[in-house]
Antibody, heavy 120, light 110 residues
Framework: QVQLVESGGGVVQPGGSLRLSCAASGFTFSSYGIHWVRQVSGKGLEWVAFIRYDGSDKSYADSVKGRFTISRDNSRNTLYLQMNSLRAEDTAVYYC?????????????WGQGTLVTVSS | QSALTQPASVSGSPGQSITISCTGTSSDVGGYSYVSWYQQHPNKAPKLMIYDVSKRPSGVSNRFSGSKSGNTASLTISGLQAEDEADYYCCSYAGSSTSVFGTGTKVTVL
């Protein structure tokens, strides 16, 4: 079955960097776009970034543009999120979510999430 | 990329129907038919319940239905059950390969 497993979360100081990973299995990873979505504790969901199945198209929320970079390694079935210049407001659980197909921007499978805490 | 507006909470008794609204703009909900809804139980990942405004993924109960009129989308849960108690989020494509979620609605089964 489809599985998405995030890792790489932790505590980082403001201005610091962190790289999240999302290991995928149970589907043809190289055929689907993947998203990052985050959720502040007790708050709502926020779409963060998207990468096309072949990595040729990437997009970001205004709140992270210029600081975060999404990438993927189809040979390793792994998605990444490089987060630089981190701020307190980036503290959240980060989920990777599989696109339903054709860049539909429907998230049909989600990981369990990894917590990022930005604090001094 | 402002969040879509949802009521903070909606409640109903078992067996009743409830409707959750999701209001955006002509740049998101009103401009595209790419609206989806997600159910999230506490400490769980969200689950896709509705896509393409009104379509249900395989395995989702037909008690869940979606619609859209202008800049407002709606999710209706009919025959409310205890297991439906959760947070619900709408989501819309917002152009330029971006997406925006709603503020979220807590559904309480009385």
């Amino acid at each position: 079955q489809v599985q998405l497993v995030e890792s790489g979360g932790g505590v980082v100081q403001p201005g610091g960097s962190l790289r999240l990973s999302c290991a995928a299995s149970g589907f043809t990873f190289s055929s689907y776009g993947i998203h990052w979505v985050r959720q502040v504790s007790g708050k709502g969901l926020e779409w963060v970034a998207f990468i096309r199945y072949d990595g040729s198209d990437k997009s970001y929320a205004d709140s992270v543009k210029g600081r975060f970079t999404i990438s993927r390694d189809n040979s390793r079935n792994t998605l990444y999120l490089q987060m630089n210049s981190l701020r307190a407001e980036d503290t959240a659980v980060y989920y990777c979510a599989k696109d339903r197909g054709w860049g539909s921007f429907y998230f049909d499978y989600w990981g369990q999430g990894t917590l990022v805490t930005v604090s001094s | 990329q402002s969040a879509l507006t949802q009521p903070a909470s909606v409640s109903g008794s078992p067996g009743q129907s409830i409707t959750i609204s999701c209001t955006g703009t002509s740049s998101d909900v009103g401009g595209y038919s790419y609206v989806s809804w997600y159910q999230q139980h506490p400490n769980k990942a969200p689950k896709l319940m509705i896509y393409d405004v009104s379509k249900r993924p395989s395995g989702v109960s037909n008690r869940f239905s979606g619609s859209k009129s202008g800049n407002t989308a709606s999710l209706t849960i009919s025959g409310l059950q205890a297991e439906d108690e959760a947070d619900y989020y709408c989501c819309s494509y917002a152009g330029s390969s971006t997406s925006v979620f709603g503020t979220g609605t807590k559904v309480t089964v009385l």
